[in-house]
């Protein structure tokens, strides 16, 4: 089943599903609320552990990643994007963050999105959708 988004680039259902690694369970409720309403099916991961496994476990069953910068725990959402770009050098990738955006240019994968808190629920919309039409095969 083919599904337009609102940009005019049509995708699979089954593509729009983007993963989510943020551990403050208010901002988790406003990225999930903002994706959903842009047509995206967020996975919510309260960890950067948790959200590598899930990248693991299940390839090519997500199509971009929201990380925050600063996760609790061992792992860190520059360490998560890495994860991610092992999977898939091109898998797109969003930062979030409060506190770290100058440590993007040095710690941020290639082709990634830089979004500071507090920042507007159509950003973070237009980030995704614009990391997902670069990937999109031109016909």
């Known amino acids: 089943m083919e599904l337009a988004l609102e940009w005019g680039v049509r995708v699979l259902a089954d593509q729009l599903v983007v993963?989510?690694?943020?551990?403050?369970?208010e901002i988790q409720i406003i990225v999930e609320d903002s994706l959903t309403e842009g047509g995206f099916e967020?996975?919510?991961?309260?960890?950067?552990?948790?959200?590598v496994t899930l990248l693991k476990g299940n390839k090519g069953s997500y199509r971009a990643l929201?990380?925050?910068?600063?996760?609790r725990g061992r792992m860190d959402g520059w360490e998560v994007a890495k994860h991610a770009r092992?999977?898939?050098?091109?898998?797109?990738?969003?930062y979030m963050t409060g506190a770290g955006a100058d440590k993007w240019p040095s710690l941020g994968v290639?082709?990634?999105?830089?979004?500071e808190k507090p920042f507007a629920p159509a950003q973070l919309v237009t980030a995704v959708s614009q990391l997902l039409i670069s990937r999109t095969p031109k016909a």
Do not use: H, K, T
């Not at 993963?19 to 369970?25: G, I, N, R, T």
């Not at 929201?66 to 996760?71: A, E, G």
């Not at 290639?110 to 979004?115: A, C, E």
């Open 42 to 51: 967020p996975a919510i991961a309260p960890s950067g552990e948790e959200a």
């Open 86 to 94: 092992e999977i898939d050098p091109e898998f797109p990738v969003i």
């Open 66 to 71: 929201v990380v925050d910068v600063n996760l």
């Open 110 to 115: 290639p082709n990634s999105i830089l979004l």
């Open 19 to 25: 993963l989510v690694a943020e551990d403050d369970q």
